[in-house]
């Protein structure tokens, strides 16, 4: 068995809560949801959620071998993951709530093709995407259960459909859930909070992880 039931049950309570935290991705459908229909929603989910394929692919790969080779290279890799897990709980924690105003709407009405290609390239071209997936699955995985690369690449599509559930929630009931998040900031904030703990203890994990050899 690859994963413990634990460990499955955390990464997927930890993939909804990344999720629902107000970030670029998910302010970007919430708004052309409500503005343009929840189909436009629909379609850039798809295509935010076949970047992170992407990503999964790319990392599973340089994270297996790094896991496999050299303890030097991983005791940096899992410095430079823990810190930027702390960065990203620092955000979290000073974050004030997200402008949710047709202003932040910006891209203007596209084909659904376009619309597709547009979420993939948004995904796909954000480093910090890849920096976030380098420090976040490996946490997941354990060298002593199998193959890595298999397990990182189960977990990224796991984060995949998760993801993929949230955001069409997301854009399904982009109109309320637009008027309710206007109405009451704390919400956004309570997410926020919520996010910037995960990410703190995911750091803290991260730093005590040791090398797969050792």
Same mark, same amino acid.
């Given at each position: 068995?690859?994963? &413990?039931?634990? !460990?499955?049950?955390?990464?997927?309570?930890?993939?909804?809560v990344?999720?629902l =935290?107000?970030? $670029?991705?998910? *302010?970007?459908?919430?708004?052309?949801?409500?503005l343009?229909?929840?189909?436009?929603?629909?379609?850039?989910?798809?295509?935010?959620?076949?970047?992170?394929? %992407?990503?999964? %692919?790319? %990392?599973?790969v340089?994270?297996? %071998?790094?896991?496999?080779?050299?303890? *030097?290279?991983? !005791?940096? +890799?899992?410095?430079?993951?823990? &810190?930027?897990?702390?960065?990203? =709980?620092?955000?979290?924690?000073?974050?004030?709530?997200?402008?949710? /105003?047709?202003?932040?709407?910006?891209?203007?009405?596209?084909?659904?093709?376009?619309?597709?290609?547009?979420?993939?390239?948004?995904?796909v071209t954000? $480093?910090?995407?890849?920096?976030?997936?380098? =420090?976040f699955? $490996?946490?997941?995985?354990? $060298?002593?259960?199998? &193959?890595? !690369?298999?397990?990182?690449?189960?977990?990224?599509?796991?984060? /995949?459909?998760?993801?993929?559930?949230?955001?069409?929630?997301?854009?399904?009931?982009?109109?309320?859930?637009?008027?309710?998040?206007?109405?009451?900031?704390?919400?956004?904030?309570?997410?926020?909070?919520? =996010?910037?703990?995960i990410? +703190?203890?995911?750091?803290?994990?991260?730093?005590t !992880?040791?090398?797969?050899?050792?």
């Amino acid at each position: 068995m690859l994963f &413990s039931l634990d !460990t499955m049950g955390l990464f997927i309570m930890t993939s909804v809560v990344l999720g629902l =935290a107000p970030g $670029p991705d998910n *302010i970007f459908i919430l708004t052309q949801s409500a503005l343009t229909g929840r189909k436009t929603g629909l379609v850039v989910t798809l295509g935010l959620c076949t970047g992170i394929l %992407v990503h999964t %692919v790319l %990392v599973a790969v340089g994270v297996s %071998v790094i896991f496999r080779t050299s303890e *030097i290279a991983f !005791t940096l +890799l899992k410095l430079a993951g823990a &810190s930027y897990l702390a960065y990203l =709980a620092w955000q979290a924690f000073r974050s004030k709530a997200s402008s949710l /105003d047709e202003k932040d709407a910006s891209a203007p009405k596209l084909k659904m093709h376009r619309l597709y290609m547009r979420g993939i390239i948004m995904n796909v071209t954000n $480093p910090k995407v890849a920096i976030f997936f380098l =420090a976040f699955l $490996p946490q997941f995985a354990d $060298p002593a259960h199998g &193959s890595m !690369t298999l397990q990182l690449l189960l977990l990224g599509f796991i984060f /995949d459909i998760v993801t993929l559930f949230v955001f069409a929630l997301i854009a399904l009931g982009a109109g309320y859930l637009g008027d309710w998040l206007r109405k009451r900031r704390f919400a956004q904030r309570m997410i926020n909070y919520i =996010a910037g703990t995960i990410f +703190l203890a995911l750091a803290v994990r991260l730093v005590t !992880t040791k090398f797969a050899n050792s």
